[in-house]
């Protein structure tokens, strides 16, 4: 498949910038030839063994992500597009308001756990505050939206299982489960679950940092220590829309991205490339990473389902920071419930996928632990982020 057309939209960007619109325009095609130079992309693929193949391990762990090529099909995007227009139809009217379009009670009224949030039309919502823990440190520059563009769009949807089935589905599937338990082990160990809203002329941005925050300056600190994101793109991304990331940054340890960018000159970093996707890729992201997107000032819109998982030596017996769910020491028997999404996700896709093997997630088997998708299962999954594993 060849990339998403983005030239329109790299001169729309640009021309938001005024003086610096040449740079951007530059830098854009520039991020976008280097992203095409670094060989991390394509289907996943598992040795004889049932290993994951070991070039595709070794460019992850040298560049800190990798492009799965075509891991959502036709049938299974024609479910998540399906999803996605009937969460948006209970989106909330505005931020604070608790109805949707139809007077209806909106997504998210009546949890505890955080909902959809909402971010300034073209902001930066994150850079240059306390907002998780304070890891955006440089705010990237805002831009003029358009007259029609709301004030605040929607962002970030937290704890998104609990609202989209074809979300939950695309959690239980069995190949990514495999690079999961290859990446952090067969008890591998869940981490939070987004959707990253990045609508044209609206979507905010998410300013430069490292994920992470409780390790850095652990003895035994490396490459994989806080885990990792899938980031499964439903529209496709590009270097206008989409997340850029310093390829390999995420085996220096913690970096002072304020220093970076005060190095540079530039909030475009030199050395950064965007992730350049096409619709139904899926990006295995390190945390570590030094990764960040610009405002959405283009045509084509972006929506990631981001779902992590990370190392269960990293999470057990660790007190989390607070920045995804309330503080608290993750302890075994915390780790366990927060694992049964994870199993209800296994028997939702196997519901509606009956010829796919289903992935057999090892401590599941370990403590004859099974799973039934119904509604019982799915009112206990509301508020299921409250637990987590924030680390
Ligand atoms: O999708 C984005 O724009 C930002 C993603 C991100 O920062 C993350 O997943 O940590």
Same mark, same amino acid.
């Given at each position: 498949m060849n990339p998403i057309d983005c030239k329109r939209s790299i001169e729309a960007c640009a021309a938001h910038y005024g003086d610096e619109s040449e740079a951007v325009r530059q830098y854009m095609y520039d991020g976008?030839?280097?992203?095409?130079?670094?060989?991390?992309?394509?289907?996943?693929?598992?040795?004889?063994?049932?290993?994951?193949?070991?070039?595709?391990?070794?460019?992850?762990?040298?560049?800190?992500?990798?492009?799965?090529?075509?891991?959502?099909?036709?049938?299974?995007?024609?479910?998540?597009?399906?999803?996605?227009?009937?969460?948006?139809?209970?989106?909330?009217?505005?931020?604070?308001?608790?109805?949707?379009?139809?007077?209806?009670?909106?997504?998210?009224?009546?949890?505890?756990?955080?909902?959809l949030a909402w971010a300034k039309s073209l902001g930066d919502p994150l850079g240059g505050t306390q907002a998780a823990g304070g890891r955006h440190k440089v705010k990237v520059r805002e831009l003029e939206a358009a007259a029609d563009a709301p004030a605040e769009a929607p962002f970030i949807l937290f704890g998104s299982l609990q609202f989209s089935d074809a979300a939950l589905r695309l959690y239980g599937q069995p190949d990514l489960l495999r690079v999961a338990a290859e990446i952090n082990g067969d008890d591998f160990a869940p981490f939070t679950d987004v959707?990253?809203?990045?609508?044209?002329?609206?979507?905010?941005?998410?300013?430069?940092?490292?994920?992470?925050?409780?390790?850095?300056?652990?003895?035994?600190?490396?490459?994989?220590?806080?885990?990792?994101?899938?980031?499964?793109? $439903?529209?496709?991304?590009?270097? $206008?829309?989409?997340?850029? $990331?310093?390829?390999?940054?995420?085996?220096?340890?913690?970096?002072?991205?304020?220093?970076?960018?005060?190095?540079?000159?530039?909030?475009?970093?030199?050395?950064?490339?965007?992730l350049v996707c096409n619709p139904g890729e899926v990006v295995i992201c390190n945390r570590q990473l030094v990764h960040g997107s610009f405002p959405n000032a283009g045509f084509e819109p972006r929506l990631t389902i981001n779902f992590g998982f990370h190392r269960r030596k990293s999470v057990l017996d660790v007190q989390g920071t607070g920045v995804h769910s309330p503080v608290k020491v993750y302890?075994?028997?915390?780790?366990?419930?927060?694992?049964?999404?994870?199993?209800?996700?296994?028997?939702?896709?196997?519901?509606?996928?009956?010829?796919?093997?289903?992935?057999?997630?090892?401590?599941?088997?370990?403590?004859?632990?099974?799973?039934?998708?119904n509604e019982s299962a799915?009112?206990?999954?509301?508020?299921?982020?409250?637990?987590?594993?924030?680390i």
């Open positions: 976008l030839a280097r992203a095409e130079a670094i060989p991390n992309r394509g289907p996943i693929l598992f040795t004889a063994e049932g290993r994951l193949a070991p070039e595709i391990r070794s460019a992850y762990s040298e560049y800190g992500f990798y492009i799965f090529e075509d891991v959502v099909g036709e049938r299974e995007m024609g479910d998540i597009l399906a999803d996605l227009r009937g969460l948006r139809a209970r989106f909330p009217t505005h931020p604070g308001s608790e109805l949707d379009a139809e007077g209806r009670p909106a997504l998210g009224v009546g949890l505890r756990g955080p909902g959707l990253f809203i990045k609508d044209p002329g609206r979507g905010a941005a998410v300013s430069w940092h490292q994920d992470g925050d409780t390790h850095w300056n652990a003895p035994d600190l490396d490459e994989d220590t806080h885990g990792f994101n899938f980031m499964a793109q $439903v529209y496709g991304s590009t270097p $206008v829309n989409g997340v850029w $990331v310093l390829p390999g940054s995420h085996r220096q340890g913690q970096l002072d991205v304020a220093e970076l960018v005060k190095n540079a000159g530039t909030e475009r970093l030199p050395e950064a490339v965007p302890d075994d028997a915390t780790i366990a419930r927060r694992t049964r999404a994870l199993g209800f996700a296994i028997e939702a896709r196997r519901l509606q996928y009956p010829d796919e093997t289903p992935y057999e997630y090892r401590p599941f088997a370990e403590r004859g632990e099974t799973f039934e998708w799915r009112t206990e999954l509301c508020d299921y982020n409250l637990l987590d594993l924030s």
